[in-house]
Nanobody, 119 residues
Framework: QVQLVESGGGLVQPGGSLRLSCVAS????????MNWYRQAPGNERDLVASVTARGRTVYADFVKGRFTTSRDNAKNLVDLQMNSLKPEDTAVYYC?????????????WGQGTQVTVSS
C-alpha cells in the first residue's frame, strides 16, 4: 500500500515563510515525478511545482521567484520552500507522486496540509 504524508503547514503572516515536506512510502517501484498542487475553496486544484524524472523543476507563474522545490531520491522525499507568502497563497497543499513501470503510470495523492497566510 502506497502512502504519502505531507507536513509543515500552518498559519503564517504575509511575507513569512513555510517549508512543506512529503514522504512517500510503500510499494513504489519507480518514481517518475514528485509534484505539489494546491486548492483553495471554490477553486480548481492547480499545479504549484514539479520535479520531473530528469530532475527538471517546473513552477507555476504565480509562485516563480518565491517558491523552490527539491527532491531527495534516497528518501523518496520532496520539499517545497515557500517564501514571501501572500494571502492568496492560502490553500490546502497536496503532494502527488507519479510512478512509471514499463510505461504504466500510476498517480498517488496525500491527504493535504493547510497553509493559511493572514495577519
Amino acid at each position: 500500500q502506497v502512502q504519502l504524508v505531507e507536513s509543515g503547514g500552518g498559519l503564517v503572516q504575509p511575507g513569512g515563510s513555510l517549508r512543506l515536506s512529503c514522504v512517500a512510502s510503500g510499494s513504489i517501484f519507480s518514481i517518475y515525478s514528485m509534484n505539489w498542487y494546491r486548492q483553495a475553496p471554490g477553486n480548481e486544484r492547480d499545479l504549484v511545482a514539479s520535479v520531473t524524472a530528469r530532475g527538471r523543476t517546473v513552477y507555476a507563474d504565480f509562485v516563480k521567484g518565491r517558491f523552490t522545490t527539491s527532491r531527495d531520491n534516497a528518501k523518496n522525499l520532496v520539499d517545497l520552500q515557500m517564501n514571501s507568502l501572500k494571502p492568496e497563497d492560502t490553500a490546502v497543499y497536496y503532494c502527488n507522486v507519479v510512478s512509471d513501470v514499463d510505461g504504466n503510470f500510476t498517480s498517488y495523492w496525500g491527504q493535504g496540509t493547510q497553509v493559511t497566510v493572514s495577519s
